[in-house]
């Protein structure tokens, strides 16, 4: 790994005010993906549309075949992820996802050369909720050297009986993070998978200033050895969110939690929370598609009547989002992102898996 170089953008801002001589900082984004290539492209587009200079991808297959194009896009910083790099960063591929993760994103931290740079997965877009220039203008507004913006997340999720036609199709719900009996009467039988009323992290990601000693993991920085970043170093931001879709499909769902079951317990506890952990436990014990599409309902499925509970309490948004005219400023042919050819590069992806549980599913899915 690159040693940490000291200055440049690094230095604290006493003030309050912007970096020197910048009315709009400069942005970007880290991601390490294994993903369906429409996916990477469509997501990698979509951030550079808004006005990311910098997209670092990290291609965890480095056989990854959407790697050509990616690299051709101006302001992509391309990396594949074989033997070679991990030797570089940690001598070997470490097991766990998000161990994997945060080398990369503290890998891109180091060579950034822009204000800020926030990681991402392929599933999640930012949403600037008032354009990207009150998005920018918060940023300016941040006094560097004194924590990080956390981008608070909004989860995509499904209304009953609602046919998915395209892969950014549902509303959106908003984290609760209050007492348990209240979790449970605002999410009823699906509360016991859900943190904070959310299937996957209700934490968010951060945009973080550069130039300091920081390591970069997946939700927020860690202080190095140059820099202090005490508790408490976040602001919330008030003008861009985080949209998760913790599955694009159903398929996709269910995908991601049988390859998290792919692992040791430990490896899993240090990778999830103990919802997610409870809805891997929960797939493995069951064993028709029927089964294993009615778990994905309880967890990701809205009825009429919850949704209006949420939306009324500000717990859920049905602002529809739709990332294609942004991703066309960026390319000119937009991929195809239907749900239905989602779920064909997913059978074929997987359709070979030594996971038999996996390729099982992916066989036998309608569609």
């Not at 509303?171 to 209240?182: D, E, G, I």
């Not at 899993?268 to 069951?286: I, T």
């Not at 599409?293 to 939306?311: F, G, T």
């Not at 996996?358 to 569609?367: D, S």
């Amino acid at each position: 790994m690159e040693p940490f170089v000291a200055g440049r953008k690094g230095q604290a801002d006493e003030s309050g005010g912007t970096v020197a001589g910048m009315s709009a900082p400069g942005w970007g984004i880290v991601m390490t993906a294994r993903e369906p290539g429409n996916l990477v492209l469509a997501n990698v587009a979509y951030h550079l549309g808004l006005g990311a200079r910098e997209a670092h991808v990290y291609l965890d297959d480095p056989d990854d075949r959407a790697a050509e194009t990616l690299a051709a896009l101006p302001g992509v910083r391309l990396t594949l992820c074989d033997t070679d790099h991990w030797q570089r960063l940690a001598r070997r591929r470490p097991e766990a996802q998000n161990r994997r993760q945060g080398l990369n994103a503290t890998h891109a931290y180091r060579l950034a050369d822009v204000d800020w740079l926030i990681h991402l997965d392929a599933d999640e877009f930012l949403r600037p909720m008032r354009g990207v220039e009150a998005m920018l203008a918060e940023l300016a507004a941040f006094p560097r050297g004194f924590g990080y913006v956390s981008v608070p997340p909004a989860e995509r999720v499904m209304p009953r009986d609602a046919a998915q036609v395209g892969l950014f199709d549902g509303v959106f719900r908003r984290p609760a993070r209050v007492p348990p009996r209240l979790h449970l009467a605002l999410y009823g039988e699906a509360a016991d998978f859900l943190d904070g009323g959310m299937s996957s992290h209700a934490s968010g990601k951060a945009f973080t200033p550069t130039g300091f000693d920081y390591q970069i993991r997946i939700h927020r920085p860690r202080a190095g050895k140059a820099d202090p970043l005490p508790a408490h170093s976040a602001l919330k931001a008030q003008a861009v969110e985080l949209l998760h879709f913790d599955g694009l499909t159903p398929l996709h769902w269910l995908v991601k939690l049988l390859r998290y079951g792919e692992h040791a317990a430990e490896v899993q506890a240090g990778m999830n929370g103990p919802h997610r952990m409870r809805q891997v436990a929960a797939l493995r014990n069951e064993g028709d598609i029927a089964a294993v599409r009615a778990l994905y309902e309880r967890v990701q499925v809205l009825a009429p009547a919850q949704m209006a509970r949420l939306a009324a309490l500000g717990l859920c948004d049905t602002a529809p989002f739709d990332p294609a005219p942004v991703i066309a400023r960026v390319l000119e042919d937009v991929p195809d992102l239907s749900a239905a050819r989602f779920d064909d590069d997913l059978r074929r992806a997987h359709e070979n898996s030594p996971n038999p549980r996996l390729a099982e599913l992916v066989a036998r899915w309608p569609g």
